[in-house]
């Protein structure tokens, strides 16, 4: 018979898992600009004309799927879980905090910091759970 303790641990462990998978997966959306300006132009609504930019954005892009490959290996590697859901949350909240700061965003770019607040809620509830299911021994 599992113990009260037990069971909170179990949740809290479901509960980062359920946000490194929600993160994960959100964070993968951005990996298709790494094809090209078409695909780029189409994510963020912005024109990229300068080869710069394309460059700059298309590493962004490598990037995203770094962090979501983390995020995703930390589904089966628990020893990754709390670096993976802190990183998430750094990536989410500081473009949340940047748009805001530089703000006249259009309207994709909005979508984006709407969803990146969502998920950053989600990763530090995520990572919340993580370091108590990891006190708990669960």
């Not at 462990?13 to 946000?19: D, G, M, N």
């Not at 004309?49 to 394309?54: G, L, S, V």
């Not at 748009?99 to 969803?115: C, D, F, K």
Request: hydrophobic share 60%; glycine share 10%.
């Amino acid at each position: 018979m599992r113990t009260q303790h037990q069971r909170k641990g179990r949740l809290m462990t479901y509960l980062s898992l359920a946000a490194l998978l929600i993160a994960g997966l959100i964070h993968l959306l951005p990996v298709a600009g790494v094809l090209g300006v078409t695909s780029l132009q189409r994510l963020y609504g912005a024109t990229v004309a300068d080869p710069n930019i394309a460059i700059l954005l298309q590493h962004r892009a490598v990037l995203f799927g770094l962090l979501a490959a983390l995020m995703l290996g930390a589904l089966i590697m628990p020893a990754w879980r709390v670096l993976a859901l802190a990183l998430g949350l750094v990536s989410t909240s500081s473009f949340v905090l940047i748009a805001l700061w530089v703000g006249s965003y259009n309207t994709e770019i909005g979508r984006v910091v709407a969803v990146d607040v969502v998920v950053s809620v989600v990763l530090a509830a995520g990572l919340l759970a993580a370091m108590v299911s990891g006190r708990s021994g669960a």
